[in-house]
């Protein structure tokens, strides 16, 4: 698997000065897309380390220990 593109970098557009709001969301957006690329390659190599491996126990609840659910009737206005 590649790495995303390095974007450009979004100071080009205005040499010189503060960067403009656009800039800064643009530089913050492009931070958190890393991050979020990082993360999903590591719970992606986590779960290349444990595929073969059984998961928890499933949970099975009887139908006395469900929860209730009350119907109510179609044309009935909650109070």
């Known amino acids: 698997m590649t790495a995303p593109a390095a974007p450009q970098d979004v100071t080009d557009a205005v040499p010189f000065g503060p960067l403009t709001f656009v800039q800064e969301m643009a530089r913050a957006g492009h931070a958190t897309i890393a991050q979020l690329y990082d993360e999903a390659l590591a719970a992606i190599a986590a779960l290349a ?14 139908m006395n220990d ?3 659910v009350q119907v109510r ?3 009935s206005a909650a109070a």
Do not use: C, F, I, K
Request: glycine letters at 4%; aromatic letters at 4%; hydrophobic letters at 40%.
């Open 49 to 62: 380390e444990s595929w073969d491996q059984p998961a928890a126990e499933a949970q099975v609840l009887r």
């Open 66 to 68: 469900r929860p209730a």
């Open 73 to 75: 009737p179609v044309g």
